[in-house]
C-alpha cells in the first residue's frame, strides 16, 4: 500500500473513530438529564398509584362529632388522573384535618424548608373562608399548637365559579433536634359551619441547610426597653444573650428568661420584616412568639406585653 493511501485509510479511520465518540457522548448526555440523581431522595408526591406514606390525621373532631375524610380521587388533578381530596363537615366549627410525613434529616441542623403544591377550591368571596394548614414540626402533629396556619381557602374571586386550581407556596424555617426526624403537614382548618372539599396535587418539598456564616451574632449585654401605649418607657432590664450557633439563652442576674432559636425569618407579612427571628423566646408568661432581629444591635418583640402596651425593644 503506498503511502498516499496509508494517510486517506487513516484519516478515514479517525473521522469514524470520532464520529462513533461524538454520538456516544450525545447519546449518553441526552440520557443524562431523564436519569434522576439517585443521591437526591424524591420529595415530590403526585399520589397517583397510593398515598406515598402520607397519613390523613385530625384534631378538634367531637362535640359534636363530625364527618371528614382524606383520600386519593379522580374527581380532579393536576398531574395524572389522581389528587387528594379533603372533605370536613365541620359542623363544630373548629374542626382541623391534613396530611402528614416523617422525614429524617440531619440532626441538630437547621433547614429552610419549601413547600409547594396545587390547591383546588371552590371558596369564593371574602367571607367564611377556611384557613390552610402548611407547616413543619418536630413532634408528631396531633394538637392545635402543633399547627401552622397560613393563608385563607378562596380563590380572591367574588362569585361562584366553581373549582379552580391554585399554587400554594410556603417557606419555612426549622431546626432539627438531636434525632432529626421532622414532620410536615398539609390540610385545612374549619373556621365556619359548613360542609366543604377540597383537593390537593403535585406536592413538592425542598430541604435546604442554612449556612452559619450568615446567622448575625446576637451574644452580649443588651437593654429591654418597656413601653406603655403612648410610648413612653415605664421600665428598662440589663441581660445577657449567650448563643451558641443558633441556639439563644436570655439571662438576668438572678433568673433566665428564655432558652431559644435563631432562624431565618420567612413568617407571611407583616411579621417578614427582619431576615432573622428568636423564637420560643416567652418570658414572664407575656405571650412573646417571635423577637425580630433587625441588626446585632437592635431587636424587638413580636407582640405587646400587655393591653394597650406596645413592643419591647432590645438595644445596645
Not at 362569585?159 to 410556603?170: A, F, H, M, Q, V
Not at 449567650?242 to 439563644?248: C, K, L, Y
Request: proline share 4%; glycine share 6%; hydrophobic share 35%.
Amino acid at each position: 500500500m503506498n503511502t498516499k493511501n496509508k494517510t486517506s485509510n487513516i484519516k478515514a479511520y479517525a473521522t469514524l473513530i470520532f464520529t462513533i465518540m461524538l454520538s456516544a457522548t450525545l447519546l449518553l448526555a441526552g440520557c443524562v438529564e431523564e436519569i434522576p440523581d439517585d443521591t437526591s431522595p424524591s420529595n415530590y408526591y403526585s399520589f397517583e398509584e397510593n398515598m406515598q406514606d402520607w397519613e390523613s390525621d385530625g384534631t378538634d373532631l367531637s362535640s359534636p362529632p363530625i364527618n371528614w375524610s382524606i383520600e386519593r380521587s379522580d374527581d380532579r388533578a393536576t398531574d395524572g388522573n389522581k389528587s387528594l381530596k379533603l372533605y370536613l363537615d365541620n359542623m363544630n366549627d373548629a374542626g382541623k384535618i391534613w396530611i402528614e410525613k416523617q422525614f429524617e434529616l440531619d440532626a441538630n441542623t437547621q433547614y429552610e424548608i419549601t413547600i409547594e403544591y396545587d390547591f383546588a377550591t371552590s371558596d369564593f368571596g371574602s367571607f367564611n373562608l377556611f384557613k390552610i394548614i402548611t407547616g413543619a414540626s418536630l413532634t408528631n402533629p396531633e394538637t392545635y399548637d402543633d399547627l401552622t396556619f397560613q393563608d385563607h381557602t378562596g380563590h380572591n374571586q367574588q362569585e361562584d365559579i366553581g373549582y379552580t386550581w391554585l399554587n400554594k407556596s410556603y417557606t419555612l424555617t426549622v431546626e432539627t433536634n438531636d434525632n432529626g426526624t421532622l414532620y410536615l403537614s398539609i390540610g385545612v382548618w374549619g373556621t365556619w359551619e359548613t360542609p366543604r372539599t377540597y383537593y390537593i396535587d403535585a406536592v413538592n418539598i425542598s430541604f435546604d441547610k442554612v449556612a452559619l456564616e450568615g446567622i448575625p451574632d446576637v451574644s452580649g449585654p443588651w437593654i429591654i426597653s418597656y413601653y406603655d401605649f403612648m410610648g413612653n418607657v415605664t421600665k428598662t432590664e440589663n441581660v445577657t444573650l449567650i448563643q451558641n450557633e443558633t441556639a439563644i439563652t436570655a439571662q438576668t442576674s438572678n433568673e433566665t428568661l428564655f432558652t431559644g432559636t435563631l432562624l431565618k425569618n420567612n413568617l407571611p407579612a407583616p411579621d417578614n420584616k427582619t431576615d432573622f427571628i428568636i423564637t420560643d423566646c416567652d418570658f414572664r408568661g407575656l405571650g412573646i412568639d417571635y423577637i425580630f432581629v433587625y441588626n446585632e444591635t437592635m431587636m424587638e418583640t413580636n407582640l405587646p406585653l400587655c393591653e394597650n402596651c406596645r413592643p419591647a425593644v432590645f438595644t445596645r
